[in-house]
């Protein structure tokens, strides 16, 4: 890379990574069209959870069962149990839905 490339790509980084992430959101919207039971925004590979999950935790959770004995059962924190039961993670995942994944 030239020492013009460089300086340019410093110069306007928050121009183009926004343009990648509009670029990578419409391909995403796009395969949603071909498949509606893709999720509302793509998940990163690396989670614990799954939708399936969290509809089992979501009907868990209504049943009663404590948030500990949940967070044990699928290996994570109690943190995350709260933050799926007030919808801060996985707000798009109804507990209703029967679905993929």
């Known amino acids: 890379m ?6 340019y790509y410093q110069q306007n ?13 419409s391909r995403y919207a ?9 999720p509302e925004t793509p998940r990163k590979g690396t989670s614990k959870l ?6 089992e935790i979501r009907r868990r959770l209504a049943e009663g069962e404590s948030v500990a004995e949940i967070a044990h ?11 799926i039961r ?13 679905g993929a994944n």
């Open 73 to 83: 059962a699928f290996g994570v924190s109690t943190y995350n149990i709260y933050a």
């Open 13 to 25: 980084k928050e121009r183009i990574a926004a343009h990648r992430k509009a670029i990578k959101q």
């Open 50 to 55: 799954n939708e399936a999950k969290v509809r």
């Open 2 to 7: 030239s020492e013009y490339q460089k300086r």
């Open 30 to 38: 796009e395969k949603r069209l071909l498949n509606p039971d893709l």
């Open 86 to 98: 007030q919808g801060r993670t996985w707000p798009d995942v109804r507990p209703n839905e029967t």
